[in-house]
């Protein structure tokens, strides 16, 4: 049996370049669900919101038939396309990560952004779908075969692979920047900060961090101390581009 594919916008990073916003001939196995076709493509089904088959709109179950053209259209976190349909149960308007073994760094990121982003270098990819699950996470990850779980219901794979790119490509993704509420989170533990009065924290500062600052906040399930030094000028540096080119960018 053979269908007719088409994707559009960011799917198409998945595909070699001759399929790329084009129209290509594609096998399917008979009774093959749009999205076993799909995802036979290359393209994880996390990463899509809607399917057009003939022209009408289908859900992942659909059974492809021969000769069938189909179209496929990313996730639409910005706008809200439920009024034709959405494969999943809904949108993550408050969006919350889980991040597999390969983007510590983003997770730092992330949580230096305010976003809560949920990372350990030990979890399997069976520990990343149940807490996705559970918690309601979505997965970032660089493995595309992680996405094409069927557990998996919210998940994008991140495209670029320096950590400064990679998280302003999730905040434009996912429409973040309205959101971020920098330097609000431990970037280490992902806890809630609570500013505190100096003198709460004093006995724990060396003595220059005492004399020249004071405002002061502390992670208290961690019990780091977070204060506006050199770091943090170099940090705000990099939320304020991060920001501004997400406000600012058209995306792909």
């Not at 994880?44 to 859900?59: A, F, K, M, Q, R």
């Not at 999730?170 to 330097?183: G, I, K, N, S």
């Not at 431990?186 to 806890?191: A, K, Q």
Request: glycine fraction near 6%; proline fraction near 6%; aromatic fraction near 10%.
């Amino acid at each position: 049996m053979r269908v007719y594919l088409r994707f559009y916008a960011e799917l198409n990073d998945f595909l070699p370049p001759e399929r790329r916003q084009v129209e290509f001939e594609h096998p399917a196995a008979d009774r093959a669900s749009a999205k076993d076709v799909v995802e036979s493509a290359g393209v994880p089904h996390t990463e899509v919101d809607l399917i057009l088959v003939n022209g009408v709109s289908v859900d992942f179950a659909h059974p492809v038939a021969d000769g069938d053209h189909i179209s496929v259209y990313p996730v639409f976190e910005s706008v809200d396309i439920s009024p034709v349909v959405r494969l999943r149960p809904r949108p993550l308007r408050n969006p919350r990560f889980v991040l597999d073994t390969h983007l510590g760094r983003l997770a730092g990121y992330l949580r230096m952004l305010g976003f809560d982003a949920l990372y350990r270098n030990d979890y399997d990819d069976a520990e990343i779908v149940r807490i996705s699950s559970a918690e309601s996470r979505i997965i970032l990850t660089r493995d595309k075969g992680l996405l094409m779980r069927n557990a998996v219901t919210h998940g994008y794979w991140v495209r670029a692979t320096r950590v400064r790119e990679q998280a302003l490509e999730v905040v434009r993704r996912f429409d973040l920047a309205e959101q971020a509420r920098p330097f609000t989170r431990c970037t280490v533990c992902n806890r809630d900060l609570r500013p505190v009065p100096k003198e709460e924290v004093a006995d724990r500062l060396l003595p220059k961090t005492r004399l020249y600052y004071q405002d002061f906040a502390v992670c208290d399930p961690c019990g780091r101390i977070y204060w506006n030094g050199s770091h943090y000028e170099h940090m705000r540096v990099v939320v304020d581009w991060i920001l501004s080119e997400a406000r600012g960018g058209e995306g792909r």
